[in-house]
């Protein structure tokens, strides 16, 4: 087979076994993946090229059995615009996903537990604002005169099997601060509205994420500690208190 016939020759998905077009091949370290298979995975994962067939395999089951999650979600507060995080604080679980149709897209649900940090990037972008002078020259405002772009970008860091950075954009665009709606030269980004807006919104995600793992893991330790019998101040039995500290006979509040 000439070289033209291997580039046009067809090829089969190592997972559905449906044959692949001419621009729809993602290549796996020992097979091809279609890709509708592709849009399958996590939209964090990054490392397909390294993966094999057997490990693809593995993360669609996953992805199966996480739509299950997506159902049982329940959304208690959300933060950002586009892209948001969507947490349940009831079951001590999160997601973050930019689609209106959950279902559809089966976001990946995170235990609160998987956090391993959390952090606000602020970005700065400035360019110089320049005039026109009697020459038809571009220059310099004295003093310089400066444009301010501000992105404001959550890094969630987890213990997860397919990725381990989750990122996102709280505005949908920059914050812009400019000479003519500055108050000060050079500007305070932190009297703008929407700067503060978005920097306080990243600030409460990275306190709720952090201040959530760090309840989870001392519940974990809690519940692994040996129990004490004691004796329940309300029926007089001896007793080991439940989860929530109730006597196992008749319901009362004791002491563990």
Known sequence: MGLFG???E???????GGEIGLLGNRKLEDGNLCKECAAKLSP???DRRNSTVTEIQEQLAYREDNKRAVDAF???CSFGRNTKILIDEDAKKFMVTSAR???DANPDVLDFSQVTGC???IEEDRSEETREDAEGNSVSYNPPWFCYSYDFKIIIRVNHPYFDTMSFQLNPSGVEINPEN???NP???RLNQDYKEYEAMGKEIKEILTRARQQVREEKESAAKPKTAVQCPYCGATTIPDANGHCEYCGGAVQG
């Open 187 to 189: 500007p305070n980004p």
């Open 182 to 184: 500055a108050t000060s």
């Open 44 to 46: 964090w994962f990054s």
């Open 101 to 103: 149709n959950l279902k």
């Open 119 to 121: 952090d606000l990037d």
């Open 6 to 8: 291997k580039i046009f």
């Open 10 to 16: 067809k090829k089969e998905c190592s997972i559905c």
């Open 74 to 76: 329940h959304t208690t």
